[in-house]
């Protein structure tokens, strides 16, 4: 099929024959470019590394992404009124480094200020554990900034979900409340930084930041830049000579790799400083309706227990002080039981639940059933060799709505016993 159109030869008008796909390639090329101008458009741009602007790409990595900035934070500073900084995130957070290191920043730079440090860490959890303790572990306490710091330990697989839960829960606190994200690096993300690629997790919280305007500061290109460059060793168990080894293990930083934390994350600050004036956070539909902004911790004394269970003694009790700090900071309190059969019942009205405790050895089962469902078995094995470290697992998750739970001990080695702590619950408990 073909049509005509008129043309134009030395002023002379002229009928000129065209293909009928012409015109559908030439449609074609202008909805492309359209929607590339489009996407350009779309993707939020703004202050960056070093005070320059760029493009907020959640698949690409940037060290710094100003956003709305600290303003609420950074004006009680200026005013000498004191200020409370949560930091909340997992080992790498816990340990001596990145959060006391940044704290005594902060100090020297307001020194007649009066600022208190919130430590919310907690070994060997992400966001999917930290949706459930904010409000206890971090907003009672009446944060001015809460770190979040969760990139390397992961979500379980309920990452968008937890962190935009998150936000919201400590907006819904307080929306003078300011957040800023921090994403430390692991031996496995270092090649797609390397190329500047954000690891999947961080492209998941790259997304939430630019919907809620909220910083991010990526401690990963830094390392990747001197990794790459030489003059860093990302991981080794001896002194390399004219070397700074970042890691003995691919994961936690030594004393050297949190001073490099801490410079970049001062840098930051003062880039990120002037940007906004006091204000409170907008609150906007959430991206994802059902995020865990419900999300609570329900202890383990308040749930329905089949006879056979006892309160743990914490200061005596040798499996629950074997591991202590985080045992406590995740069970806190425990009930165990001796024998197969013995059952927690559950009912709360979310979507999913999830269940703490301290696993031992090998072969221990539990047994779940959730409503009218048959049930299913988790294996609770202990992977680590060293100590006996707290757990914790949730349930897949179920339609919004009112749901009963059976955990039923399944199967548990001679000599053994099964402890379990605090109920994890998206939603509320019943």
């Known amino acids: 099929m073909t049509v005509t159109v008129a043309a134009q030869n030395e002023g002379v008008p002229s009928l000129r024959i065209y293909p009928l796909t012409f015109f559908f390639s030439l449609l074609l ?44 934070f950074f004006a009680k ?33 307001f020194p007649d200020v009066q600022i208190t440090e919130i430590n ?24 001015d900034l809460v770190f979040m710091e969760h990139r390397v330990n992961g979500g379980g697989g309920y990452e968008a979900k937890s962190v935009e839960g998150i936000v919201r829960q400590i907006w819904k606190r307080d929306p003078r409340i300011d957040i800023c994200l921090v994403y430390t690096i692991s031996e496995g993300m270092l090649s797609n930084i390397e190329a500047g690629i954000e690891p999947g997790f961080g492209a998941v919280m790259e997304n939430i930041a630019n919907a809620y305007g909220i910083p991010s500061i990526d401690l990963g290109p830094e390392i990747a830049a001197r990794a790459k460059a030489g003059s860093l060793i990302f991981r080794s168990i001896e002194p390399v000579e004219g070397k700074l080894v970042f890691s003995h293990d691919g994961v936690h930083p030594g004393n050297e790799g949190h001073e490099i934390y801490r410079d970049i994350i001062a840098r930051s600050m003062l880039t990120i400083a002037p940007v906004g004036s006091p204000r409170e956070h907008i609150l906007r539909p959430p991206l994802a309706s059902n995020c865990w902004e419900t999300a609570s911790l329900a202890p383990i004394g308040n ?47 979310g979507t999913t639940l999830g269940f703490s405790d301290i696993p031992q050895g090998a072969g221990t089962q539990v047994e779940v059933a959730i409503d009218a469902a048959a049930p299913f078995t988790i294996d609770r094995p202990q992977t680590e060799q060293a100590h006996r470290y707290a757990r914790f697992f949730y349930l897949p998750e179920q339609p919004a709505g009112e749901h009963t739970a059976v955990l039923r001990i399944k199967t548990l080695p001679p000599g053994i016993s099964y402890y379990a702590g605090q109920i994890l619950v998206i939603g509320k408990a019943e």
């Open 120 to 143: 919310a860490a907690i070994s060997g959890t992400g966001s999917d554990y930290g949706a459930v303790r904010v409000a206890g572990d971090v907003l009672d306490q009446h944060p």
């Open 303 to 349: 749930v329905a227990l089949s006879p056979g269970w006892a309160p743990v003694d914490p200061k005596t009790d040798a499996v629950y002080r074997d591991d202590y700090g985080r045992t406590n900071a995740m069970l806190r309190g425990a009930e165990k039981c001796d024998n197969a059969g013995e059952t927690i019942t559950v009912h709360w009205n």
């Open 29 to 72: 090329m202008l909805m492309t470019a359209t929607a590339k101008s489009d996407n350009a458009q779309s993707v939020p741009h703004g202050l960056i590394t070093g005070g320059a602007s760029g493009v907020y790409d959640p698949a690409h990595c940037e060290e710094l992404r100003v956003r709305d900035g600290l303003p609420n």
């Open 77 to 109: 500073l200026r005013a000498g009124k004191p200020v409370r900084i949560a930091y909340l995130g997992g080992s790498i957070t816990a340990a001596n480094g990145w959060r006391p290191k940044t704290l005594a920043w902060f100090r020297a730079q």
